[in-house]
């Protein structure tokens, strides 16, 4: 784990924690599936100095969820990664919708950088709590 924290790095763990001795951090692959949890679960715009950050997911939530839509919402996971997460490569990405429940499920298979460690991050998108 010390060798995986020193490669990859440490950063503020998401949610921000703050702890006696001052803000929780995270490292290592952990810290990679918390900043794609942020990048996916941002809005562009969202945020103030940072216009450009984010997916923009919310505003495919409600158009219907057919092949284009879902290739669509991969393409905008693919660049937000691209544009914002330098330490890995996206392999692929799936979207699927579940229908019953109304969410995307979002399928991330990435290789670590200069690593050549693979790592896979599903994350369940849907309005409400997240």
Known sequence: MALEVRFIGVGWGFPPLFEAGGVRLTGGVRNIEESLRIITGTQLGERLMRPNFGCGLDDEIFGQMNSNRLTWIE????????????????????????????????????????????????????????
């Open 75 to 130: 393409n905008l996971i693919r660049r937000a990664i691209l544009l914002h997460e330098p330490r890995i490569d996206a392999e692929t990405i799936r979207v699927e919708a579940d229908q019953p429940e109304g969410r995307l499920l979002i399928r991330i298979a990435y290789t670590v950088r200069g690593a050549n460690s693979r790592f896979n991050f599903v994350f369940p998108f849907y309005l409400g709590d997240r």
